[in-house]
């Protein structure tokens, strides 16, 4: 079994929400070298139950701007930042004094980074594989979970 196949398991039976998904989306999204904004967004808004599971990438980034979270889609993939700014609004985890006062990419990669859900060797520019998106995603759920 393939690195990132034990990776979407691990991720899938973690995620009951995300079976229905299709599988063309999880190879897609798997394959590409660079997690890719739309389908990284669907997932963390999947997840958190902000969006159906089977509703698309494109409905997952409607709701990302009828959210008003002011995070931008990008062409180059998403960010270290980007992606923990996401999560940390998807989930409604709270920050430090710093990403109280600027909840910006910056800060809140800061804050996933020291909760232990992301890599300290990333910045928050660091464009992040499918592989690294679907990691943070699964401990931050792990993390929530073990909150409950």
Sequence with gaps: MTRKSLVLLILLTAMGRLWAQSNEFEDQYLAAPQAEFSGSVYLVL?????????????????????LNWNIKPSAKGITYGEFSLLVMKAFNIPGGI??????????????LTYRGDGDS?????????????LQILNAVMGSKEGRS
């Design 98 to 111: 710093m990403y109280h006062f600027f909840p910006t990419p910056r800060y809140a990669a800061h804050e």
């Design 121 to 133: 060797r990333w910045d928050p520019d660091h464009i992040l594989s499918p592989d690294e998106a």
């Design 46 to 66: 999947a997840a958190a139950g902000l969006v159906p599971a089977d509703a698309t990438p494109q409905v997952a980034l409607n709701k990302l701007k009828d």
